[in-house]
């Protein structure tokens, strides 16, 4: 079933090599807990839904919420969205930072990751296209043992999540 997932999904979503991870990276939680990737996302299917700059918000907060609505209760698929911040200015960071988590909802703070190294890596993990796609959400659908199963990454657009929901169903549902 996988196989079908990850060719379905090639219009927006590229599949992973087997040799592809994780980058292994140390997160934050806005609620501040510390925890590591990809370890973190072992016994449960996630979905990863990362930004890496300021207009990308709107958009993972979009993905965020529709997949929550859609998804996350009966099947138990864990949704977090990642902010990658390395890039922020060291000397304003803590004041951003705490901008950054006044603005997530008291709710999703245990859900919401913040990373402040590997951005690198994580661009050339998720297909990161900084000329066409810079404010995209990226999205990383996570097996239970932490590895990564597709991505792709879209806008704020229904019909791209329209696509990728009937996948996820597809993917999520059992065999």
């Excluded at 590591?36 to 990362?50: E, M, W, Y």
């Excluded at 990373?115 to 404010?135: N, Q, S």
Aim: with cysteine.
């Amino acid at each position: 079933m996988i196989g079908l997932c990850l060719t379905s999904l090639s219009f927006v979503a590229l599949a992973l090599p087997g040799h592809d991870v994780i980058p292994r990276t140390e997160a934050e939680t806005a609620s501040g807990r510390k925890l590591t990737l990809p370890d973190a996302l072992v016994g449960q299917t996630s979905v990863l839904v990362v930004g890496f700059s300021k207009s990308s918000g709107k958009a993972t907060e979009w993905w965020e919420a529709h997949l929550a609505r859609d998804l996350a209760g009966p099947r138990k698929l864990s949704i977090l969205r990642v902010a990658q911040l390395e890039a922020l200015p060291g000397l304003l960071r803590g004041l951003l930072l705490g901008r950054i988590k006044n603005n997530v909802a008291k709710d999703k703070r245990d859900s919401f990751l913040m990373l402040f190294h590997e951005e690198g890596a994580w661009k050339k993990f998720v297909g990161f296209d900084a000329a066409a796609a810079p404010d995209d959400a990226y999205l990383v659908l996570v097996d239970s043992t932490g590895g990564p199963l597709w991505r792709g990454h879209a806008g704020q657009d229904e019909a791209a999540y329209a696509s990728i929901k009937g996948r996820l169903d597809a993917c999520l549902s059992p065999k």
